[in-house]
């Protein structure tokens, strides 16, 4: 199958200017999450969706930062904006739920987006 | 926050086995033992998981010690492709009544780095 999409791979933005990522989940898996990882660190959540609804939010900074699941498909992740410390990784993932959801389902990750701010 | 604790680095030689320690004294009875490693530019991977029987999959083996607040992940015969970061991470049982708790908290993990 598939894997989860992320675009783009790597950006260089100046502080103070916007950006957004993009991810596409696998097919048929309802739950996406956003995680950003600093250099050094292991990632850390920053929102998570259930198909088009946002299930927790809670440390995402939501003075700069947004996201969207119109659709209960794809995602996007804006940053507006970009400071020096929003430099990370930003990985996409996402999992199978439902009331059969067995326990041994892992999350899949994408290859992320590596942000720079300069 | 984390609620595992794992040495910051290992070595290990190629093609013994790597022994991967992970200390959860706080873990509780609905709560599962997760590993992933995050090779490098990628994302993390699932390796393995469980709750109190030792498991063994085509990666990995994982060792529960019967009280529960320890585990050790192994890798039988490592290879230079296993050289990543590995997480430990506890995760409810129950995902139906945790309904939106299914977040994974990853803590600093272990990097370990194959030796040839």
């Known amino acids: 199958e598939a894997g989860v999409a992320q675009s783009p791979r790597y950006k260089i933005i100046e502080k103070r200017q916007s950006v957004a990522f993009w991810c596409n989940p696998i097919?048929?898996?309802?739950?996406l999450y956003w995680y950003q990882q600093i250099l050094g660190q292991g990632p850390k959540l920053l929102i998570q969706?259930?198909?088009?609804?946002?299930?927790?939010d809670s440390q995402l900074p939501k003075d700069r930062f947004s996201a969207e699941r119109l659709k209960g498909v794809d995602s996007t992740l804006k940053i507006q904006p970009a400071k020096l410390e929003d430099s990370a990784v930003y990985l996409c993932?996402?999992?199978?739920?439902?009331?059969?959801?067995?326990?041994?389902?892992?999350?899949?990750f994408g290859s992320g987006t590596r942000l720079t701010v300069v | 926050d984390a609620k595992t604790t794992q040495p910051p680095s290992m070595d290990c030689a190629e093609g013994r086995a790597a022994n991967l320690p992970c200390n959860h004294s706080?873990?509780?009875?609905?709560?599962?033992v997760y590993w992933y490693r995050q090779i490098h530019s990628q994302g993390p991977q699932y390796i393995i998981h469980?709750?109190?029987n030792n498991e063994t999959n085509e990666m990995a083996s994982l060792i529960i010690t019967e009280d529960r607040k320890s585990s050790t992940l192994i890798l039988p015969h490592a290879t230079l492709r296993d050289t990543a970061v590995y997480y430990c991470?506890?995760?409810?049982?129950?995902?139906?009544?945790?309904?939106?708790?299914?977040?994974?908290?990853f803590g600093t993990g272990t990097r370990l780095t194959i030796i040839p």
């Open positions: 706080t873990i509780s009875g609905n709560e599962y």
């Open positions: 969706f259930q198909n088009n609804g946002v299930v927790d």
């Open positions: 097919s048929g898996h309802a739950t």
């Open positions: 991470i506890v995760r409810p049982r129950d995902f139906i009544s945790n309904f939106g708790n299914e977040k994974l908290t």
């Open positions: 469980g709750l109190k």
């Open positions: 993932a996402s999992s199978y739920w439902g009331h059969a959801y067995p326990a041994n389902y892992g999350y899949t």
